[in-house]
Nanobody, 127 residues
């Protein structure tokens, strides 16, 4: 599975961005897609996740209400709509694909659950 993110850029605080992640290759093996981010000097952290089957979506508690994950199964694309952006949202955003199903709400919140990763897209929020 190959993943390509797009949509990052520079935005002022309070603005919005929509990131896209296009999947190709053995996409049928993908069960869920997740978004993570990594700021300079910090560990990679979970942002949001969703299964392709239309099951529950998951969000980092601190981002719920500002970020929304969605999917277009026909296009094999996952989106991350980010609203009311803050300077602390500045990071490289990565999408990832998991090939293992789990009913645990915590499973898709951890990076090791994912088998494929995109190259990342930079999001910079200016104050």
């Amino acid at each position: 599975v190959q993943l390509v993110e797009s949509g990052g850029g520079l935005v002022q605080a309070g603005g919005s961005l929509r990131l896209s992640c296009a999947a190709s290759g053995r996409t049928f093996s993908s069960i869920a897609m997740g978004w993570f981010r990594q700021a300079p000097g910090k560990e990679r952290e979970f942002v949001a996740a969703a299964t392709w089957s239309g099951g529950p979506t998951y969000y980092a508690d601190s981002l719920k209400g500002r970020f929304t994950i969605s999917r277009d199964n026909a296009k094999n694309t996952v989106y991350l709509q980010m609203n009311s952006l803050k300077p602390e949202d500045t990071a490289v955003y990565y999408c990832a694909a998991a090939t293992t199903y789990s009913s645990s709400s915590g499973y898709y919140r951890i990076a090791v659950s994912y088998d494929y990763w995109g190259q990342g897209t930079q999001v910079t929020v200016s104050s």
